[in-house]
């Protein structure tokens, strides 16, 4: 029985970054964006290992995705992206935290 429940965990939590990396394919992040290297913004891996010990980072990141920003990675602003839902910017920043 612990197997199984395991396993469904797995399972679900597999399904669960597979979502999140769907989402940031959907609002095109990946042009400036990939997991481990520097585009024209960080990589994702460095945003995680900047922000991930702070309890607050995907809230605080979340907002970053919807209101832009600029001048902590470089010259290069981010721009805003106001289309994308509260949920689905939650979402992709707590899965972006996560990538090592």
């Given at each position: 029985?612990?197997?199984?429940?395991?396993?469904?965990?797995?399972?679900?939590?597999?399904?669960?970054?597979?979502?999140?990396?769907?989402?940031?394919?959907?609002?095109?992040?990946?042009?400036?964006?990939?997991?481990?290297r520097k585009m024209v913004?960080?990589?994702?891996?460095?945003?995680?290992?900047?922000?991930?010990?702070?309890?607050?980072?995907?809230?605080?990141?979340?907002?970053?995705?919807?209101?832009?920003?600029?001048?902590?990675?470089?010259?290069?602003?981010?721009?805003?992206?106001?289309?994308?839902?509260?949920?689905?910017?939650?979402?992709?920043?707590?899965?972006?935290?996560?990538?090592?």
């Amino acid at each position: 029985m612990r197997s199984v429940v395991l396993a469904v965990s797995m399972l679900a939590l597999t399904g669960a970054a597979h979502a999140s990396a769907d989402l940031v394919k959907k609002y095109n992040c990946v042009v400036c964006h990939a997991d481990a290297r520097k585009m024209v913004g960080p990589a994702y891996k460095d945003v995680a290992s900047k922000y991930g010990a702070d309890g607050g980072a995907a809230e605080k990141l979340a907002k970053k995705i919807k209101a832009g920003g600029a001048g902590v990675w470089g010259p290069i602003p981010m721009p805003a992206h106001p289309q994308v839902s509260d949920a689905d910017a939650l979402t992709m920043a707590k899965y972006i935290l996560t990538i090592k």
